[in-house]
């Protein structure tokens, strides 16, 4: 799983493996997107595929923030 603070606040969590051959996916502020290293396929916030090779996004999580900021509480 990675988790990514995409500012003010909010946190989003995605599984970290690439669905085209398993390498972790990194998360790129500046584009606030995700991007295999192996092979270049890249994802939304979303996770959405939004370039191949991959053909099958990454699985998306429920991350929230505990008022006091806390706790993280990621579940599926
Ligand atoms: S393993 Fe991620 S693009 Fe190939």
Redesign the pocket.
């Known amino acids: 799983m990675i988790i990514a603070n995409v500012g003010s606040g909010s946190y989003i969590a995605l599984s970290k493996k690439?669905?085209?051959?398993?390498?972790s996916?990194e998360y790129r502020p500046d584009n606030n997107d995700f991007r295999?290293?192996?092979?270049?396929?890249e994802f939304a916030t979303s996770g959405a595929v939004t370039k191949s090779?991959?053909t099958s996004g990454l699985t998306v999580f429920k991350a929230v923030l505990s008022t006091d900021k806390n706790t993280l509480t990621v579940s599926s």
Do not use: K, L
């Open positions: 690439c669905p085209h051959q398993g390498t996916v295999c290293p192996n092979h270049g396929s090779p991959a």
